[in-house]
Antibody, heavy 120, light 111 residues
Framework: QVQLQESGPGLVKPSQTLSLTCTVS??????????WSWIRQPAGKGLEWIGR???????NYNPSLKSRVTISVDTSKNQFSLKLSSVTAADTAVYYC????????????WGQGTLVTVSS | QSALTQPPSASGSPGQSVTISCTGT?????????VSWYQQHPGKAPKLMIY???KRPSGVPDRFSGSKSGNTASLTVSGLQAEDEADYYC???????????FGTGTKVTVL
C-alpha cells in the first residue's frame, strides 16, 4: 500500500519561500496513472487544493496560488516537492501531500500532514 | 474557484441517519461525476469515503452512500455509530485545467 510522508521546515519567515518534500513508499511514483498533489488546511478551517504534478512534469495549480507555487518531481528519489514563495501568515497551515488517481479524479491516499508556521 | 457549500453541522442519534449536502455550480459538481467525500477526525489526515459520486473504496462500510442531483451532491451516513463523529468534506473535479475544489466542511455529531 502506498504511503506518503511530508518533510521540511516547520517555521518560515514572512516573504520567504516555503519548501516541502513528499517521499512516496510502497510503490514507484512513476507507475500507474497517478498525479501527485499538495493540499493545505489552516487550523480550524477547510481544505484547499494547491496543485498537482504528473511524472512527466506536467502541472496544474490552484489559480489563486498559481503565481507563487511550483511543484516538481524527482522520480529517481520517488519524491515530489512544493515551493510557495512570498509567504505571509495566511499561508500558515497543515500541508498534506497526496496521491490523485487520474482516471477517477480522486485524491485517494494522503500523507499525515506537516504544520508550517509563517512567523518572524 | 469558490469552495463548495456545506452545512456547518449535522447530528443524529446512534442508529439514525444523517445526510450532508454539498452545493457547487455547473462548473464543478454539476459538470462532472467526480465528487468525492472525506472523513477527518481531529488531528488526522482526511480519509476517502466516497468517490465518483457514489462509489465506496474497499474497506468503507456500506453505511456510507453518495448521490448527486444537478449542482448538489449528498453524503448519507446510515446507522450512525460513535466513530462516525468527525468532520466531512466534499470535493469535486472542477475543470479542464485539472483543478479541484473542496467543500466548507460539516461537523457530524453523534448525540
Amino acid at each position: 500500500q502506498v504511503q506518503l510522508q511530508e518533510s521540511g521546515p516547520g517555521l518560515v519567515k514572512p516573504s520567504q519561500t516555503l519548501s516541502l518534500t513528499c517521499t512516496v513508499s510502497g510503490g514507484s511514483i512513476s507507475s500507474g496513472s497517478y498525479y501527485w498533489s499538495w493540499i493545505r488546511q489552516p487550523a480550524g478551517k477547510g481544505l484547499e487544493w494547491i496543485g498537482r504534478i504528473y511524472t512527466s512534469g506536467s502541472t496544474n495549480y490552484n489559480p489563486s496560488l498559481k503565481s507563487r507555487v511550483t511543484i516538481s518531481v524527482d522520480t529517481s528519489k520517488n519524491q515530489f516537492s512544493l515551493k510557495l514563495s512570498s509567504v505571509t501568515a495566511a499561508d500558515t497551515a497543515v500541508y498534506y501531500c497526496a496521491r490523485t488517481d487520474g482516471p477517477a479524479r480522486v485524491v485517494d491516499y494522503w500523507g499525515q500532514g506537516t504544520l508550517v508556521t509563517v512567523s518572524s | 474557484q469558490s469552495a463548495l457549500t456545506q452545512p456547518p453541522s449535522a447530528s443524529g442519534s446512534p442508529g439514525q441517519s444523517v445526510t450532508i449536502s454539498c452545493t457547487g455550480t455547473s462548473s464543478d459538481v454539476g459538470g462532472y461525476n467526480y465528487v468525492s467525500w472525506y472523513q477527518q477526525h481531529p488531528g488526522k489526515a482526511p480519509k476517502l469515503m466516497i468517490y465518483e459520486v457514489s462509489k465506496r473504496p474497499s474497506g468503507v462500510p456500506d453505511r456510507f452512500s453518495g448521490s448527486k442531483s444537478g449542482n448538489t451532491a449528498s453524503l448519507t451516513v446510515s446507522g450512525l455509530q460513535a466513530e462516525d463523529e468527525a468532520d466531512y468534506y466534499c470535493s469535486s473535479y472542477a475543470g479542464s485545467n485539472g483543478e479541484y475544489v473542496f467543500g466548507t466542511g460539516t461537523k457530524v455529531t453523534v448525540l
